[in-house]
């Protein structure tokens, strides 16, 4: 990933936060129908009982429910407000979030409803959100005090993961419409990474008719393979060309329904390149290797919401088909390089 490649990634990180406010959506661009989400249905489910229940349903709420709102994250780099707002239009969602303060950025997206799992992995799932039964595998969820949150009454849900190997989340959703209203990023010691709060919601309602899903595909085959991944990462289907890359920048990315990793792997040339090592990309890390895969040098790059020496390790695995298989040992002592 070359520095005028890096936006991109730069951008991931700022926002990243966001990402379970929009959980379950990976915007996929395919014109084909394979089946729909009726969020009338929001309005004769059974009241949530349970954390899983509750967080399933903020998942339909997110997509269903049509809403503005202004909302302030706190990260590493301070205090930022910021207003966004969700729409659906013919079945088809789309989001704009705008920073208030700070450097100017805004994002819009538009797409359906995204697939966990891939066209070539079974799921017997009855909820339309796949990640619902995958999540209790990997994380623990418990319900946790009411509180008040953007002048509304919340229930918090703690979600923590069962091994040190990904980040935890506290989730506060809104009682009336499911929403969540204020996400916390935690690291394995519990220490608050991000903190992503609604300070106010505008007129939510419910949108009267079906949302379209993503059709289930298979991953791309690659010339190389993944060495290592924490248990429960799938490889995710979704088109990852850019007109940012070039064409032999390879982007995919892996997820466990609540955390993300993106890779990056390009051939090394004259231009400027990352520097080996870790770098911080907002909230999230990138691990960067230069390595002779192929035949070729190489550069790798890992970024994603996880611990440090998960990324390294994904990095430092990474197997060229036909290679030998020799494996390069993660350092523990790298050093994090702000990526500004």
Request: aromatic residues 8%; hydrophobic residues 40%; glycine residues 8%.
């Amino acid at each position: 990933m070359r520095h005028q490649q890096l936006f991109p990634a730069i951008l991931a990180g700022v926002i990243g936060g966001f990402g379970m406010f929009f959980a379950a959506q990976a915007f996929a661009q395919e014109t084909s129908v394979v089946d729909h989400v009726d969020c009338r249905e929001l309005e004769t489910l059974p009241a949530p009982t349970s954390a899983l229940e509750w967080f399933e349903r903020s998942l339909w709420a997110n997509n269903c429910y049509i809403f503005e709102a202004r909302a302030v994250r706190i990260g590493y780099d301070g205090v930022r407000s910021l207003s966004l707002s969700h729409d659906v239009q013919d079945g088809v969602q789309r989001e704009e979030i705008t920073f208030l303060d700070g450097p100017p950025v805004a994002v819009e997206r538009s797409g359906r409803i995204g697939r966990l799992k891939a066209a070539d992995v079974t799921d017997d799932s009855v909820s339309p959100f796949d990640i619902i039964d995958h999540l209790d595998e990997y994380y623990r969820l418990q319900l946790g005090e009411p509180e008040r949150i953007a002048n509304r009454r919340t229930l918090r849900i703690d979600i923590d993961p069962l091994d040190s190997l990904r980040f935890g989340h506290r989730l506060w959703v809104d009682t009336d419409t499911g929403l969540p209203l204020k996400q916390v990023l935690v690291d394995e010691t519990g220490r608050a990474i991000e903190t992503f709060q609604l300070t106010e919601l505008v007129n939510p309602r419910l949108y009267q008719g079906e949302l379209v899903m993503d059709i289930p595909r298979v991953p791309p085959a690659d010339d190389w393979r993944i060495g290592w991944l924490p248990k429960g990462f799938l490889p995710q289907a979704v088109e990852t060309n850019s007109p940012r890359h070039d064409e032999d920048v390879v982007h995919r990315l892996f997820s466990d329904g609540l955390s993300t990793l993106s890779l990056f792997v390009e051939p090394l040339d004259d231009a400027p390149f990352l520097s080996p090592g870790m770098h911080r990309l907002g909230i999230s890390h990138a691990a960067v290797r230069h390595r002779d895969l192929g035949g070729q040098r190489r550069q790798v790059v890992v970024m994603g919401e996880l611990p440090p020496r998960v990324l390294l390790r994904v990095a430092d695995t990474l197997q060229w088909k036909g290679d030998d298989q020799a494996q390069v040992e993660p350092r523990a002592d790298e050093k994090i390089v702000r990526a500004d």
